[in-house]
């Protein structure tokens, strides 16, 4: 072939497939006459307008490229470690890379394990590009989840990462006969051959508090007995399959009336005592909401509307405040379409699910502008989701620039007890000059006493 050649690049216009009406003047975005001849230099990583260098071939040196195609043959195992009597049923296995996720559920879906069972095994392929001109850490992120025979989830978790490529050296180029251009010294850079850097951080906040998760634990009281103390606040969810027919708890003189079948998934609920109101809002199915009790009120009153200003659809009268054994308030006892699921009393405050918000941050430190184009979350506690990019189109940092963003989870703080959860967020950018990639990652585990 011949050693000139013309690259010329086309705008593609919306809903437009057939080349001839996309290979038009109007069309052209950029013309670019290229010189392939080793006569001249030819280095990797050369930007000729928009395109870029990244791989050659010749008679002499054979193919010169950036990139790896590697493959990665896995066999996983997982060992049991199930309580006597407990049977656990897998759901999903997912295998979760720098830049992709696989789904390996269906090698273990309905598998029911038992404390004798075998340990899990699974295999598969998975192939990976490496960039060979860029010395980063890749990361295997493999997450397992199941529920027992009770309904309670579990999971499995571990990783496992690698380091590979190098930075060329100060040029990778043809053979040629001229000398090689050398880089800007240091501490200059030079915009055409430096990367781009980011920063990534997770931070986790519990919603009820404000405060960090660390120190979370579960609660030491399950019941509110308490030298007759009242409790000052009520941590609650709504269901509408909840009824006054099948609540379960042990309060006396509690009266659940006004029933409603079926329920709205939201409803509007008010609780208060005569005409103060303590709470009043919409809820929807499963959302936590507190109510405020002040002191010296022994009893509240909470209806339930199917809208603001709409139809009561259930009242719960009596309500007791007081922590003696007879007001049963004990967590996870239902009241009407209530379940008590927290409380303050005095000293104590004992809580059996918080909603915390993980915040998933990647800035830009530096003053080379990067294009953020990748970054993809995996988290134990996702509810047996798989991992979820967050990055949907990219996005321009200049220095200082932070992409944020927030996710809300719900955890059973008594289901996980002695456990620990992590968060791993990798991100990817691009320097808008360069074009040469630049890498970050951040963990945050999160232990439940």
Do not use: W
Not at 39 to 55: I, P
Not at 111 to 126: C, H
């Amino acid at each position: 072939f011949t050693a000139n050649m013309n690259i010329t690049i086309y705008d593609i216009p919306a809903n437009v497939t057939d080349r001839d009406a996309i290979v038009t003047p109007e069309n052209r975005l950029q013309t670019v006459k290229y010189h392939s001849s080793c006569s001249e230099n030819l280095y990797l990583k050369d930007r000729f307008g928009a395109v870029q260098l990244v791989s050659f071939e010749n008679q002499q040196q054979g193919l010169v490229s950036c990139f790896a195609s590697t493959q990665i043959f896995f066999d996983l195992s997982f060992p049991i470690n199930v309580n006597p009597g407990t049977d656990v049923i897998l759901e999903t296995l997912f295998l979760s890379t720098n830049d992709e996720s696989q789904d390996l559920s269906d090698q273990v879906r309905d598998q029911v394990l038992t404390s004798t069972s075998p340990p899990i095994e699974a295999s598969g392929v998975l192939v990976l590009e490496l960039d060979l001109t860029v010395r980063q850490t890749y990361v295997l992120i493999t997450t397992l989840t199941g529920r027992t025979d009770e309904g309670n989830r579990c999971f499995g978790f571990d990783r496992f990462e690698f380091i590979a490529g190098n930075r060329l050296p100060a040029i990778f180029e043809t053979l040629q006969p001229t000398m090689t251009p050398t880089e800007s010294l240091f501490p200059t850079p030079d915009p055409l051959t430096t990367a781009c850097a980011l920063e990534a951080e997770i931070t986790c906040t519990v919603i009820r508090t404000g405060r960090d998760c660390q120190g979370l634990q579960s609660p030491e009281n399950n019941r509110c007995l308490i030298d007759d103390t009242q409790a000052t606040l009520f941590s609650m969810s709504y269901s509408p399959l909840l009824t006054c027919g099948n609540q379960n708890n042990t309060m006396t003189g509690l009266q659940c009336d006004s029933d409603v079948i079926p329920k709205p998934d939201d409803a509007y609920i008010e609780a208060g005592n005569g005409d103060t109101l303590y709470f009043s809002g919409t809820v929807m199915e499963g959302e936590i909401f507190d109510i405020n009790i002040p002191e010296g009120v022994d009893e509240i009153d909470i209806e339930i509307f199917d809208q603001e200003g709409g139809t009561r659809i259930q009242r719960l009268r009596q309500f007791s405040t007081r922590c003696r054994a007879q007001d049963g308030l004990r967590l996870l006892d239902t009241f009407g379409s209530l379940q008590l699921l927290g409380f303050v009393a005095g000293d104590i405050s004992s809580f059996i699910k918080e909603v915390f918000e993980l915040t998933y941050i990647v800035r830009n430190p530096i003053s080379l502008e990067a294009t953020l184009t990748s970054a993809p979350r995996s988290i134990t506690a996702a509810n047996a989701q798989p991992p979820r990019e967050l990055v949907l189109n990219p996005v321009s940092l200049f220095r200082d620039d932070e992409f944020r963003v927030r996710e809300r989870f719900t955890i059973n703080l008594l289901e996980s007890e002695g456990r620990s959860i992590t968060s791993a967020l990798f991100s990817t950018a691009t320097s808008t000059i360069s074009g040469i990639q630049c890498r970050d990652r951040a963990i945050l585990t999160i232990s439940i006493a």
